[in-house]
C-alpha cells in the first residue's frame, strides 16, 4: 500500500515535447506538493495545492503546469520540454498546509536528450 | 542563496559509534526544522523535528539539537547501525508549518559494520 505514487518513475524524452507525471495519495491529506531535485542535489519547492487549490506557486516556468482533479490527485505537465528540465521530480502530501510532516513519493528521473 | 547549508556532503562512521549531522541556516525567520532521510531511489521520509521554542528533541536513537543564536542544528545518531545509511536532509520552515520547505543539499551518511 504506497501511501504516495508516481508515474512513470523513469521518463526519458526529446527537447520539445510535452509530458505528464502523475500523483496520488491515498493518506487523506489535504495538501499537496511537486519538488524538483536537480542535478546539484537542491530540493526545492515547485508547487503546493491545499484541496485542489494553488496556495505556492514558486518560480517556474510557465511551461509548467500543475493540476489537481481531486484533492488526492497532483498531475505535473511540462510543455515544450528543454534539456534544463532534467531532474528529479518528487511528490509530496501533508495532512494540511499547517502540518509539519510531508511524505514523499518515489520520485520521477525526467531525462531530457 | 542558500538558506539553510549542509556543509558536509558526506560522513563516515563505524557502526555502534555517534553519528552527527550539521547544518546551519541563515534565514532568521525560519522557526521549524526537520530533518529527512533519503535512501536510493526513494523518496525522502520524515525522520525528527524541533521547534524554535526547544533546543533539544529526542527520539530513541535520534537527537536534534537547535542553537538558535547561531543558526545551527545538529541531528545526533546514537548508536549508528549499518541501516542508518542514507542521504540526510535538513530543511527548515517559517512560521511553524511545513507549507514551503527549505532543504539543504543533503549529507551522506555511511555507517561501516
Known amino acids: 500500500d504506497t501511501a504516495v505514487s508516481q508515474t512513470p518513475k523513469y521518463l526519458v524524452t526529446q527537447m520539445g515535447n510535452d509530458k505528464s507525471i502523475k500523483c496520488e495519495q491515498n493518506?487523506?491529506?489535504?495538501?499537496m506538493y511537486w519538488y524538483k531535485q536537480d542535478s546539484k542535489k537542491f530540493l526545492k519547492i515547485m508547487f503546493s495545492?491545499?484541496?485542489?487549490?494553488?496556495?505556492i506557486n514558486e518560480t517556474v516556468p510557465n511551461r509548467f503546469s500543475p493540476k489537481s482533479p481531486d484533492k488526492a490527485h497532483l498531475n505535473l505537465h511540462i510543455n515544450s520540454l528543454e534539456l534544463g528540465d532534467s531532474a528529479v521530480y518528487f511528490c509530496?502530501?501533508?495532512?494540511?498546509?499547517?502540518?509539519?510532516?510531508?511524505?514523499f513519493g518515489p520520485g520521477t528521473r525526467l531525462t531530457v536528450t | 542563496d542558500q538558506q539553510v547549508k549542509q556543509n558536509s556532503p558526506s560522513l563516515s562512521v563505524q557502526e555502534g559509534r555517534i553519528s552527527i549531522l550539521n547544518c546551519d541556516y541563515t534565514?532568521?525567520?525560519?522557526?521549524?526544522f526537520l530533518w529527512y532521510k533519503k535512501y536510493p531511489a526513494e523518496g525522502p521520509t520524515f525522520l525528527i523535528s524541533i521547534s524554535s521554542i526547544k533546543d533539544k528533541n529526542e527520539d530513541g536513537r535520534f537527537t536534534v539539537f537547535l542553537n538558535k543564536s547561531a543558526k545551527h542544528l545538529s541531528l545526533h545518531i546514537v548508536p549508528s547501525q549499518p541501516g542508518d545509511s542514507a542521504v540526510y536532509f535538513c530543511?527548515?520552515?517559517?512560521?511553524?508549518?511545513?507549507?514551503?520547505?527549505?532543504f539543504g543539499k543533503g549529507t551522506k551518511l555511511t555507517v561501516n559494520p
Open positions: 530543511a527548515a520552515s517559517e512560521e511553524g508549518g511545513s507549507e514551503k520547505l527549505v
Open positions: 495545492y491545499n484541496n485542489k487549490e494553488l496556495i
Open positions: 493518506l487523506g491529506h489535504d495538501t
Open positions: 534565514n532568521s525567520m525560519f522557526d521549524y
Open positions: 509530496a502530501s501533508s495532512q494540511d498546509s499547517g502540518s509539519n510532516e510531508q511524505y
